[in-house]
């Protein structure tokens, strides 16, 4: 996205926005974009933008986003902290969307030299060297006995199974084990250790992740790939806004899991809930308002007690972790966590909440590791693939190998890669 696009996007949100103020409650930044007392729509605070660089261009625009942001940083720090899941603009009559809004608006903030790299080289995804690729380099976990994009025209396979970067690089035997599963589905497949590029958007480098997601899906058309079945909405939500991905066939992992007729394994049902007889809540990615995940998840989790939290479908929560708002705000990232994986599922009666993203749930991971000690423990939480193979996620060796091999003798060459 260029500069021009980006400003079209945020004068025109601007300009359709009536200043109704719906959204305005339905989120913690609105509340106090203008400062403590000071509330702003999402159309308002784009028509801040826009006003300040309306006729000029070129580095005169950019200029005047500068001296708009050294006036009044709150608005920065607003658009830092949108995690951009656009639940405030569900409910706009002027058909405003804030996720395209503010990554529009972070677009604004990088060109005008507001925000950089700062945070974000670990997560340059369209780098040969990112933190996933790193992880699995260090800790040998590599793919290479599995058909790829590289040589999927030589097995002639016609399937591209995309498990998402938390999943590939985390749970290594549950990757594999789904990878099996397909195949014993009469699917010829080949794996991606791509990601979908979602963090490059969140660092405002939309252009970047325009093009990253462009090379992708000319990869796989040059592979002759037909069809992606993906484990993460999020994932799904890149590839279907990306220009040529209308060749592929996009397919949601629970939808051929419950067209053969998965189940739960009961053992571990039980082992990961911590109790006998537990009650589920399945927790919808905030990119899966259309609930072509957790559609698909509640039909196979139909013989198991279940409850729904507050918010799920198409009023789903963020999980705490999209838009790197942790950069500016870990606080913030916490509680909306806390909100989605302690208080609603403690309100609904959940003894295990079930994630339908990978991400989400090394979110929540994280979020029980950073709790204080002596705190009350919630309900339990886990990603729905745990359930459904035997094969799983051990956060505490990830969360400890990701620390440690900052120290080992990997540590220079990660500094100079990754810093």
Request: one cysteine or more; proline letters at 5%; charged letters at 20%.
């Amino acid at each position: 996205m260029s500069w021009n696009t980006a400003f079209e996007v945020v004068s025109a949100a601007a300009a359709a926005c009536r200043g109704c103020g719906a959204c305005v409650p339905r989120c913690e930044v609105l509340a106090c974009a203008g400062g403590a007392d000071e509330p702003l729509s999402v159309g308002e605070v784009a028509a801040a933008f826009a006003d300040a660089a309306a006729g000029d261009d070129g580095e005169a625009a950019r200029a005047a986003v500068a001296a708009l942001a050294a006036e009044r940083p709150e608005l920065v720090l607003a658009v830092r902290r949108c995690c951009m899941d656009g639940f405030c603009t569900l409910v706009c009559p002027d058909g405003i969307d804030a996720r395209g809004v503010f990554s529009a608006l972070r677009v604004l903030l990088h060109e005008a030299r507001l925000t950089g790299d700062d945070g974000f080289t670990m997560t340059r995804v369209d780098q040969e060297w990112h933190i996933f690729s790193a992880y699995r380099a260090v800790h040998g976990i590599f793919y290479n006995d599995l058909p790829s994009l590289e040589n999927a025209r030589a097995w002639g396979t016609d399937t591209l199974f995309f498990p998402g970067c938390s999943l590939v690089s985390y749970a290594p035997e549950l990757t594999r084990e789904v990878f099996a599963w397909l195949q014993e589905q009469g699917a010829s497949v080949a794996l991606s250790a791509d990601c979908c590029g979602s963090p490059l958007r969140s660092g405002g480098f939309a252009d970047r992740c325009e093009a990253h997601k462009a090379a992708l899906v000319s990869r796989a058309r040059e592979a002759g790939i037909k069809r992606v079945v993906f484990v993460c909405p999020g994932c799904r939500d890149e590839w279907e806004t990306t220009a040529g991905a209308e060749a592929f066939e996009l397919v949601a992992l629970p939808e051929l899991l419950a067209a053969a007729g998965a189940r739960p394994r009961p053992e571990k049902v039980v082992a990961l809930a911590g109790c006998d007889d537990p009650v589920l809540a399945m927790f919808d990615s905030c990119h899966d308002r259309d609930g072509r995940f957790g559609g698909p998840l509640r039909r196979i989790f139909a013989d198991c007690q279940s409850v729904e939290l507050g918010h799920h479908g198409k009023s789903a929560l963020c999980c705490g972790a999209a838009g790197a708002v942790s950069l500016v705000d870990q606080p913030l990232c916490d509680a909306r966590a806390h909100r989605v994986l302690d208080e609603e599922p403690r309100e609904a009666g959940a003894d295990l909440v079930v994630a339908n993203c990978p991400t989400c749930a090394y979110t929540f991971a994280a979020t029980r590791r950073g709790d204080a000690a002596g705190a009350v423990a919630g309900p339990a939480f886990c990603q729905y693939l745990e359930l459904l193979f035997e094969a799983g996620f051990d956060w505490s060796g990830v969360f400890g190998r990701l620390e440690s091999m900052w120290s080992g003798e990997y540590g220079p060459w990660l500094a100079q890669e990754l810093l």
